[in-house]
């Protein structure tokens, strides 16, 4: 008699499906944040990365992820399951799915820190390049037994970097590689002056960040090994944004006088980002220490793109970079004590754990660096990243895609 699914497989999809929703919740995120002029084109940039990401990670990103025998600790055989066979078994397959939806959102989230200023065509050339050469080494570092593995080179050496959820391989990785992005593309004309260029739909931001705070339960949650581990996941993915919200807005309201929509959505995603590294290995008290720092240094660090004169357009770097290096590097403090290691320094660990997630860290910024200056420098000379000075005052909406978001005369009054 056929018995159905069994739990874990039906969680496997259920979690997926809930990473999945987290592409088009981060579109709407940015797309209210973006221009008026620029909103489908930052919807799309998002959307295409779905439909790239997916058949690159079937094909062979999977493979380059997890298989052995991996060149330098770094990158495994693409052919190892090329195309995702059956005959790896169920398991495989739902590991493959799984891990698809964190690729398909951690290339989308690079795509803020470039609006309004991108060609299309050269994001598109963009995203395997970078998943291929970025993401997969990445993931394989930390979570497929590579370099930062407690049998790899430098884990070895260091000690091995816990990262549960992606503060190293997704948000540090790709908030680098938004920085580095936007200081090849250059400044948005009118960058700190024009006022087109602020949020043009709050309540799209919120819906986005509503909808990303729901999937990030399949993001943390979805591994999880045990009961007791995915409770203490749930109520720490709860917890923390909601202690950064706390502080971010509490710092617009001395910093500014007021707390802001705005930041109380993106306080929201940084104190997701924050807590990623960190869910499964902090207590509640602990998430909500890394939370409220979050929702201070995320808020202030927004401001440092005007000081140093790097156009982040959606703020990619304060809220995925910053944060995911508080995530990550609390651990070295808040880490609490386990069978596989010791604790971070509140627990007597000593600097041990410090270490090793300074290293990780250290590792990750320089390898997503290098890799994403080579690929984005060499997509900049060729066919040339940035639009044209008229496309981008006109409007990416109208040039690249031949759309507009608001058909604005459709509800004006007739002339009599």
């Avoid at 959307?47 to 990670?57: A, E, F, K, N």
């Avoid at 430098?154 to 540090?172: K, N, P, Q, R, Y």
């Avoid at 044209?388 to 009054?413: N, P, Q, R």
Wanted: hydrophobic share 55%; with cysteine; net charge negative.
């Amino acid at each position: 008699m056929d018995e159905g699914l069994s739990a874990g497989a039906v969680w496997t999809i259920a979690a997926t499906a809930l990473i999945i929703l987290m592409t088009p919740a981060l579109a709407f995120f940015y797309a209210g944040m973006t221009r008026v002029k620029s909103t489908l084109n930052m919807l799309m940039m998002s959307v295409v990365s779905m439909g790239i990401v997916g058949v690159v990670w079937i094909l062979w990103g999977s493979s380059m992820a997890s298989s052995d025998g991996a060149l330098f600790q770094l990158i495994g055989n693409p052919l190892a399951d090329f195309g995702a066979r059956a005959s790896q078994g169920t398991d495989a397959l739902l590991g493959v799915a799984f891990n698809a939806a964190f690729a398909i959102v951690t290339v989308a989230i690079i795509s803020g820190s470039i609006a309004d200023r991108a060609k299309f065509g050269a994001w598109c050339l963009f995203v395997p390049l970078w998943v291929t050469f970025a993401y997969a080494p990445m993931a394989y570092a930390v979570w497929g037994g590579g370099l930062l593995s407690a049998d790899g080179a430098i884990g070895a050496w260091a000690g091995e970097a816990l990262d549960f959820a992606g503060g190293t391989v997704i948000h540090m990785n790709a908030g680098m590689a938004a920085l580095i992005l936007a200081m090849i593309l250059g400044v948005r004309h009118g960058f700190g002056q024009d006022p087109d260029q602020r949020p043009h739909n709050l309540p799209l931001v919120m819906l986005g960040a509503a909808l990303l705070w729901v999937g990030w339960f399949g993001f943390n949650v979805g591994a999880a090994a045990d009961d007791v581990q995915a409770a203490t996941i749930l109520v720490n993915t709860l917890v923390c944004p909601a202690a950064a919200m706390l502080t971010w807005l509490l710092t617009e309201k001395i910093r500014d006088g007021r707390p802001t929509t705005f930041g109380a959505a993106s306080a929201i995603v940084a104190g997701l980002v924050a807590i990623s590294p960190a869910c499964a290995d902090v207590d509640a008290i602990g998430a909500v220490l890394i939370g409220l720092v979050t929702g201070v240094a995320s808020a202030v660090a927004i401001g440092l793109k005007y000081k140093l004169n790097y156009d982040d357009s959606l703020d990619v770097v304060a809220v995925h970079l910053v944060s995911g290096f508080i995530g990550t590097v609390a651990l070295g403090f808040l880490a609490l004590p386990s069978e596989a290691g010791s604790g971070g320094l509140l627990y007597g660990g000593g600097l041990n754990r410090l270490w090793a997630q300074l290293v990780a860290t250290l590792f990750a910024w320089t390898y997503s660096a290098v890799v994403t200056a080579i690929i984005g420098v060499a997509i900049h000379r060729t066919i040339g990243f940035r639009v044209d000075e008229t496309v981008e005052l006109d409007g990416l909406d109208e040039h690249e895609h031949a759309e507009s978001a608001y058909h604005f005369g459709a509800f004006s009054t007739p002339a009599h």
